[in-house]
């Protein structure tokens, strides 16, 4: 089950490992960048940090009332991000998922944490086991510097419990073609993030060149995001969004971003092969989904045939998919 868990979160991304940080650049300016992207976010000034100024970026629109063709004309054909604040309205976990209420429902859960270092970030070893009550009390009295671990990617909690599925629905954007292949070629989703203020998701894309949409339940999220003809700038993904260390990847100084900030409510789409970093600036809930559609039929599908697949196929943990995908 651990080894499934590690597995599924190296697969998750598709990034180069690390290479150490230069150690000549000080605390005081990596926290400054962290902070300046903290507070350059639209919203409250955050207690305890000044306010700079707006948002650094172009921002992502953002939408309600979108029609589902001109979802599909303005923003998935094209492969533009997106945020949409209406499309988990109907959504129970909308309004009860909190802290208090997971922990006091699931608590007992547990639950496998990926713990971030400053040099190798995030790497398959490096993941704490405790319980899901454990988890919550640590993110909502710590913040990353004092408690720097993620749940990242945890599917297993729909997995064990099966009544949180019921507790959203897919919004009618993102259709799914993996929905019309045998489970074993699938990725288990949904997935949940919970984490505290200041945990941060290094820049990458997403496995197999997928769609994304990820909707915010609990505090507020700032993103940044990369077109797929920013790919040459960002030098296999390696740059600290953060602390960008601009003499091993000057590229980086001619990269063009996008931004936003989302929060309870808003769901952002991304699209294939868009590179994002992103960072919570308080403690909080995501649900997230990948999945395929126009645009990335031919790397989905590719990968899909992958010996990954074949591999769950024959130690039969299609079995932990097909449970879990709702549509099994
Ligand atoms: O919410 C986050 O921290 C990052 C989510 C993400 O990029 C992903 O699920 O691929
Ligand atoms: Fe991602």
Redesign the pocket.
């Known amino acids: 089950m651990r080894k499934e868990e590690t597995k599924q979160a190296e697969i ?2 598709e990034r180069r490992s690390e290479k150490p940080i230069s150690s000549d650049q000080s605390e005081a300016e990596r926290n400054r960048f962290i902070f300046q992207t903290a507070n350059n976010a639209v919203g409250q000034p955050e207690v305890g940090m000044t306010m700079t100024e707006g948002p650094q970026f172009p921002s992502v629109d953002r939408r309600s009332g979108l029609s589902l063709q001109e979802f599909r004309w303005k923003y998935l054909y094209p492969g533009k991000p997106v945020v949409i604040t209406d499309a988990m309205e109907e959504w129970k976990a909308r309004s009860s998922w909190t802290f208090d209420y997971l922990r006091s429902r699931y608590g007992a859960t547990p639950v496998v944490v990926h713990r971030y270092h400053r040099e190798d970030e995030y790497t398959p070893e490096a993941v704490e086991h405790m319980t899901l009550a454990e988890y919550i009390d640590r993110i909502t009295t710590n913040d990353w510097d004092s408690y720097p671990c993620y749940l990242r ?1 945890n599917w297993k909690l729909f997995l064990m419990h099966k009544d949180l599925m019921s507790d959203h629905k897919v919004p009618k954007y993102f259709f799914d073609w993996f929905k019309l292949l045998p489970t074993f070629m699938r990725l288990p989703y949904p ?1 949940i ?1 919970m984490g505290p203020k200041g ?1 941060i ?1 290094p820049l ?1 894309v ?1 496995i197999w060149s997928t769609h ?1 949409w ?1 909707s915010q339940l609990v505090g507020r ?1 700032r993103w940044i995001l990369f077109s797929p003809d920013q790919r040459q700038f960002l030098h296999n993904y390696k740059v600290r969004v953060e602390q960008p260390d601009l003499e091993r990847f000057p590229l980086f100084r001619q990269a063009k971003a996008v931004e936003c900030t989302i929060g309870p409510g808003d769901t952002i789409f991304v699209p294939s092969r868009w590179a ?1 970093w ?1 960072i ?1 600036l308080e403690a909080g809930i ?1 649900l ?1 989904y990948n999945y395929m559609g126009p645009g990335c039929f031919g790397s989905c599908l590719a990968n899909a045939v992958q010996p990954l697949s074949l591999k769950r196929f024959k130690t039969g943990s299609l079995r932990w998919v097909a449970k879990l995908n709702p549509w099994a």
């Open positions: 998750k991304t990617d997935r993030f945990a998701t990458h997403d994304a990820l999220k994002h992103v919570s995501s997230t």
